[in-house]
């Protein structure tokens, strides 16, 4: 009966001395964790006699420098991009207006050059066709009507007899004359003058 006593208190003070070792342990732990969160992360200590080395944080070392890229040539099958090409007419150098009957067009020009156009037109219809040539402006008249067709004529320029240039719809041939858009009809009244050069072309 005292043998079992003896034994039984030399566990108890075992565990007894255990749980002061792990109490002891847990306590230290925990008073680490608060002295650490109490301290500075980067406060001065035997690494760091002076204190951190940056205040806001580390210093971000600048990139190497990129070189310009070489331009990218262009691929093969695909044409380079290049300026729209200069609006030409088929006439000479010499025509202030010129016509074309195969594609119902006109333009206005200066020295070869075009200044307006291609703007849409109509010509005259089978029996009264249009004929291809050089010819000069006769004269114009803003409004002028016609006592052979009992139709009035805007911005009407007269360049071969009776056959002018004037208001009139286009989806529709004329009796001979040139029919034209508002706009187009304005635009040559305003630039031509008489004695121009008016070609007509096939």
């Known amino acids: 009966m005292g043998r079992h006593r003896k034994k039984s208190e030399s566990a108890i003070n075992r565990w007894g001395a255990r749980a002061a070792v792990v109490a002891g342990v847990t306590a230290a732990g925990f ?28 210093e971000v070392p600048a990139g190497p420098e990129i070189p ?12 380079a991009l290049l300026p729209p090409a200069p609006v030409t007419a088929p006439c000479s150098a010499h025509a202030r207006a010129c016509f074309r009957l195969s594609t119902n067009e006109g333009w206005l020009m200066d020295s070869g050059k075009v200044t307006y156009g291609p703007t849409p037109v109509s010509f005259g219809r089978p029996g009264y066709e249009t004929p291809p040539g050089v010819f ?11 006592t052979l067709h009992n139709a009035e004529m805007r911005y009407a320029v007269f360049f071969n007899g009776d056959i002018a240039t004037h208001i009139g719809p286009i989806e529709e041939p004329s009796h001979g004359c040139v029919r034209m858009t508002p706009d ?6 305003e630039y031509l003058e008489p004695g121009d050069v008016v070609e007509v072309v096939e």
Do not use: M
């Not at 000069?136 to 016609?146: D, G, L, M, Q, T």
């Open 31 to 58: 008073g680490t964790e608060v002295s650490a969160q109490a301290q500075p992360l980067w406060s001065a200590g035997p690494l760091w006699p002076a204190g951190p080395l940056w205040s806001a944080g580390p």
């Open 184 to 189: 187009g009809a304005r635009a040559f009244f």
């Open 68 to 79: 310009d890229l070489p331009s990218v040539p262009a691929l093969p099958g695909l044409p």
């Open 136 to 146: 000069r402006v006769n004269f114009k008249e803003i409004y002028h009507w016609s």
